[in-house]
């Protein structure tokens, strides 16, 4: 049964520290996702790749977010220093070929609170 | 830039009909996509309409008319696990990315 994962599934931190959330996107998926989800804003994309390769990011913080993909069964997305208001679910997607927006296959979330 | 209009809550009874509807602007069209979320969930992919018409996937359909930016979601035989909350989502032009809707929760009573 294929599925997206994604690690931590909860996190609570302090305000300054790091946090990184991990995903493994389906095998044979070329195109990974980031979402956050909060009540207020909803869901909202924060970065996409495909083969790797970052098509757009401009949803995130820059100055604190950030987003790769060491290969090709793993996503990060990492957040330096975090803050409360990051506090919210960060899902990850994954898709394959030109039909990969449309059709998105989503992760559990990891919950992240930070106090 | 995209944006979606749907209802924030529908209530209906089990074994009902019920209707979700989505309207959107886009300064470009590819399709027009329909999530299914249950509390504390994922979001679930439930169907795709590329081209005008009906789409049928067992007790779910979804509609689609380009020409009215108009599309609905139609539940049929609602059961108490369909309490979730259905977003559309539209792709941003030139872009393989997806701008979801605020979202629709349906709530369905015995």
């Known amino acids: 049964d294929a599925r997206v994962t994604q690690t931590p599934r909860d996190k609570v931190t302090e305000m300054g520290q790091e946090v990184t959330m991990r995903c493994q996107p389906i095998?044979?998926?070329?195109?990974v996702f980031w979402y956050r989800q909060t009540m207020m804003q909803g869901l909202e994309l924060l970065a996409y790749?495909?083969?790797?390769?970052?098509?757009?990011d401009s949803g995130m913080p820059k100055d604190r977010f950030s987003a790769e993909m060491p290969d090709a069964t793993l996503a990060t997305l990492k957040i330096q220093p975090s803050e409360p208001r990051d506090s919210a679910v960060y899902f990850c997607?994954?898709?394959?070929?030109?039909?990969?927006?449309?059709?998105?296959?989503f992760g559990p979330g990891t919950r992240l609170t930070v106090l | 830039g995209q944006s979606l209009e749907q209802p924030s809550e529908v209530t209906a009874v089990e074994g009902a009909i019920v209707q979700i509807n989505c309207t959107y602007q886009?300064?470009?069209?590819?399709?027009l996509s329909w999530y299914q979320q249950h509390d504390g969930g994922a979001p679930t992919f439930l169907s795709y309409?590329?081209?005008?018409g009906l789409e049928e996937t067992g007790r779910f359909s979804s509609f689609l008319s380009r020409s009215d930016s108009y599309g609905y979601l139609l539940l049929q035989e609602l059961q108490m696990k369909d309490s979730a909350s259905y977003f559309c989502?539209?792709?941003?032009?030139?872009?393989?990315?997806?701008?979801f809707g605020t979202g629709t929760r349906l709530l369905v009573s015995p």
């Open positions: 997607a994954s898709g394959l070929g030109q039909g990969a927006a449309d059709t998105q296959y």
């Open positions: 095998l044979g998926h070329n195109t």
């Open positions: 790749f495909r083969n790797r390769a970052p098509l757009d």
């Open positions: 886009t300064s470009g069209f590819y399709g």
């Open positions: 309409n590329g081209l005008d």
């Open positions: 989502a539209v792709r941003d032009q030139g872009f393989q990315k997806l701008v």
